[in-house]
Nanobody
Framework: VQLQAFGGGLVQAGGSLRLSCAAS????????MGWFRQAPGKEREFVAA????????YYADSVKGRFTISRDNAKNTVSLQMDSLKPEDTAVYYC???????????????????WGQGTQVTVSS
């Protein structure tokens, strides 16, 4: 599976961005999809995940209520709608795909086998 994330950019605090992740090489419908981010000097952290049917979503506390993850298995894409952005959301955002059987592992980066190249999100104050 090859993943490509796009949609990042520069936005003012309070604004919105929509990230998308397109997959090729294999259908995404059997994979759990996740978004992670990494700010300079910090470890990669979990942002959101969605199960293979799209019926269950999971969020880090820091983004809950502001970000929404969704997927379109017919189009082989997953998206992250980011609203009410804050300067602390500034990071490189990565999409990831994995065969993850337990939802307790959705937030762990080593649960995912495939990663996109990352897209930069910068939120100015």
């Amino acid at each position: 599976v090859q993943l490509q994330a796009f949609g990042g950019g520069l936005v003012q605090a309070g604004g919105s961005l929509r990230l998308s992740c397109a997959a090729s090489g294999r259908a995404l419908r059997t994979y759990v999809m996740g978004w992670f981010r990494q700010a300079p000097g910090k470890e990669r952290e979990f942002v959101a995940a969605i199960n293979w049917t799209g019926s269950m979503t999971y969020y880090a506390d820091s983004v809950k209520g502001r970000f929404t993850i969704s997927r379109d298995n017919a189009k082989n894409t997953v998206s992250l709608q980011m609203d009410s952005l804050k300067p602390e959301d500034t990071a490189v955002y990565y999409c990831a795909a994995g065969i993850v059987y337990s939802s307790s592992r959705y937030s762990q980066y080593n649960s995912y086998d495939y990663w996109g190249q990352g897209t930069q999100v910068t939120v100015s104050s």
